[in-house]
């Protein structure tokens, strides 16, 4: 089981017959590279250890696949297996409305074995490329009626994103791609899924997170550290300018 240290760009994936170790949050994360890239669940990890929590966590992820792709792949054993705290489902950005279908009836079909292995599905609100930002407000429907389908967590990163951009449009967010995350794209992300996990405030933490954890990255926003804390409790309190909203 992946349980600290990720990988930057390859997938990974948990092992079948073996339940995650117990800790405060124990954590499956089901996505494809935007849930991967930069070693976003070990970045949750590192922030949730710097404020004195335990947590593990295993990934099941592959490049470019869907809900559908993982259950259709045997994902549901490997829920029933691991019998996280948190299951945390990503696809697509899912703006289209074939799409926001898709992920709606998909997260709802794997919150059935997320509930029976006693855990709670939550959903992990993604991003459109660069060049269709007009689609954000779709992007964000569609996740936030996913989450209500399945009667779960909401982890709206891309509202953090854009209240950090009110803040400061400056920061780089995107990768080179303009679709996958930068480094500081992840975190942003890693902190609005902590705010969420462990429902704490995170305009009172530090700026900077080392973990206690050999081989977890350390998670440092530098100077924009008060602007990102500030945009992730907005977006997690439902604050003004929701796109949809």
């Not at 710097?50 to 490997?78: C, K, Q, Y």
């Not at 954000?136 to 709206?156: C, D, I, K, R, S």
């Not at 009172?204 to 998670?219: K, Y």
Request: hydrophobic share 40%.
């Amino acid at each position: 089981t992946v349980l600290a240290a990720g990988c930057n760009k390859d997938p990974v994936g948990v092992e079948d017959g073996e339940r995650l170790p117990d800790a405060d949050m124990r954590v499956l994360f089901i996505g494809n590279s935007l849930t991967y890239t930069n070693n976003l669940p070990a970045m949750v990890q590192t922030i949730a250890e710097a404020t004195g929590h335990t947590m593990v966590f295993g990934i099941a992820a592959a490049p470019n696949v869907s809900l559908e792709d993982h259950w259709r792949n045997g994902v549901e054993g490997t829920i029933l297996t691991v019998e996280a705290d948190v299951v945390v489902m990503q696809q697509g950005p899912s703006s289209l409305p074939q799409n926001q279908d898709h992920l709606r009836y998909w997260a709802d079909r794997l919150a059935g074995p997320i509930r029976q292995a006693g855990g709670e599905p939550a959903l992990y609100m993604v991003w459109p490329d660069a060049g269709r930002t007009d689609a954000f407000g779709t992007v964000y429907q569609a996740y936030q009626e996913a989450a209500q389908e399945v009667n779960g967590l909401f982890m709206p990163a891309v509202l953090a994103w854009l209240h950090t951009w009110n803040q400061d449009p400056e920061l780089d967010l995107y990768g080179p791609d303009g679709f996958h995350p930068s480094t500081l794209g992840s975190a942003v992300a890693a902190l609005t899924i902590f705010r969420i996990l462990f429902d704490q405030d995170v305009t009172l933490l530090p700026s900077r997170f080392e973990p206690t954890t050999s081989g977890l990255p350390t998670v440092d926003f530098g100077p924009n550290g008060d602007v990102i804390k500030q945009a992730v409790e907005i977006a997690v309190g439902g604050g003004p300018h929701e796109p949809g909203g």
